[in-house]
């Protein structure tokens, strides 16, 4: 069975909607724009949102709850031993980061915006509970404040997402494609957070 | 002795271009508006930096050139002790921290048209280049790549100063100005880049 078309019209408009305000910005990019790059008509984004910041709220509330999803599921559980904190730690650096380049068009304009999907937060909550639980299991130094753990994850994830044209630019990586780099990044990154950089 | 009138024209001009660029974005500020902040006349833009562009460019520069200043200076000298490096790398944090909450507006502008400040490449250069001197002489750990720990501190405090009214939203936590709490978030900081979070 084929999608029934207004489901198919609606997601268009999320992508385009994501698209241009991710390249233009909110005030940026014309109700007009939108619907024509879409393939649709004017009247389709107050039939489906309302309005233009309806549909930005759709686009960001559908970005937190898809984006997620992996990462949400390796918090899921207290780690049973060292070793199975570790990877999931290792899971979740590699997960938000493929996460983060999927979904890079909105995540520019949750940023540039500054809008609060409530699924950020939840993750971030959940992940600060996660390391709290691994303290008490040992698994995580006691003296450590869990916030600035998941704070340095998710900046070092966010601004080498976001900022991936200009490092492409003065270092000529391309660093949401080139796969041996990301792993790279990620391991060092990793050996940075676990050991820390004193001898 | 006053200052010559063209002169501080030329500083309102990058003052206001820098506020307004740094709320409406590079394509929604408009010449007029900025010179009308400014309180001088349109042509004034066209006098000083040739076009719209060129006043965007001098902004980005002269944000680099102010902003790095300290930095560079902690940097400019091999540590002689221990001691020494580790109270430079706070000193570090804690200068860029406050130079980017002093120019936020300009760091806006920045991060929006992903600028590339030829002052915020030299810093990072340099950065690089002190860490791997720190640790010829064993106050670094070897195994470490220098360039996440660079990535690290800068991405930390650059997310803290942009994201910070939506931490004062989410949490209601005054980033830019509660100096207890940014004293505490620097220590917090440090000590996982120091030593991990591994037990």
């Given at each position: 069975m084929s999608e029934?078309?207004?489901?198919?019209?609606?997601?268009?408009?999320?992508a385009s909607g994501a698209t241009l305000f991710g390249e233009k910005g909110y005030d940026g990019a014309s109700i007009r724009e939108i619907c024509k790059h879409a393939s649709?008509?004017?009247?389709?984004?107050?039939?489906?949102?309302?309005?233009?910041?309806?549909?930005?709220?759709?686009?960001v509330e559908q970005f937190g709850s898809d984006i997620f999803v992996v990462p949400m599921r390796l918090l899921d559980k207290v780690p049973r031993s060292k070793?199975?904190?570790?990877?999931?730690?290792?899971?979740?650096?590699?997960?938000?980061l493929e996460a983060y380049i999927e979904q890079r068009a909105v995540?520019?304009?949750?940023?540039?915006?500054?809008?609060?999907?409530?699924?950020?937060?939840?993750?971030?909550?959940?992940?600060?509970?996660?390391?709290?639980q691994s303290k008490k299991k040992g698994f995580v130094r006691k003296e450590v404040d869990s916030e600035m753990i998941t704070g340095a994850m998710h900046d070092?994830?966010?601004?080498?997402?976001?900022?991936?044209p200009w490092i492409k630019r003065s270092f000529g990586i391309d660093v949401l494609?080139?796969?041996t780099y990301k792993r790279r990044w990620c391991n060092a990154n990793l050996d940075l957070l676990m050991h820390g950089f004193v001898p």
């Open positions: 029934p078309t207004g489901t198919s019209t609606r997601s268009r408009l999320l649709t008509s004017m009247n389709m984004i107050h039939h489906y949102f309302g309005s233009k910041e309806g549909l930005l709220n759709a686009i070793e199975d904190f570790l990877s999931r730690m290792e899971m979740l650096l590699e997960s938000t995540l520019l304009v949750v940023v540039r915006e500054q809008a609060d999907p409530s699924a950020l937060r939840e993750y971030m909550e959940r992940f600060v509970e996660f390391l709290e070092r994830v966010l601004n080498q997402v976001l900022f991936a494609a080139d796969a």
